[in-house]
């Protein structure tokens, strides 16, 4: 269960940054929990930042992070979806890092 807790804390980790303003858009919103049922929009914005954040640590000259991204994927799988923030903000951001690669 050692990779539950490193995903929950991952989660909590991106939570914290999205609260404090670390990504675009997110300085007049609340962080708010997105069923993956509900608009498509809000996925959409989990990608978007994930793919802002990549750009960002380029521009910054900092390392990629190197995210569980399949891990993630099978824990959303067997969690019903809870796990959909997480998963598209991953997508986006390894979107973003292959744009430099």
Not at 18 to 34: F, L, M, P, T, W
Not at 75 to 98: C, D, H, P, R, T
């Amino acid at each position: 269960m050692d990779a539950l807790k490193k995903l929950s804390e991952l989660h909590d980790y991106i939570k914290k940054d999205y609260e404090r303003g670390a990504y675009d858009n997110s300085i007049k919103q609340d962080y708010v929990y997105h069923e993956a049922n509900e608009n498509l929009s809000a996925s959409g914005d989990d990608y978007q930042m994930g793919f802002d954040q990549a750009l960002k640590d380029h521009e910054e000259h900092r390392f990629f992070k190197s995210y569980p991204e399949k891990l993630v994927n099978i824990g959303n799988q067997v969690s019903e979806n809870k796990m959909q923030e997480l998963s598209e903000f991953i997508a986006g951001y390894n979107a973003g890092k292959k744009r430099f690669k």
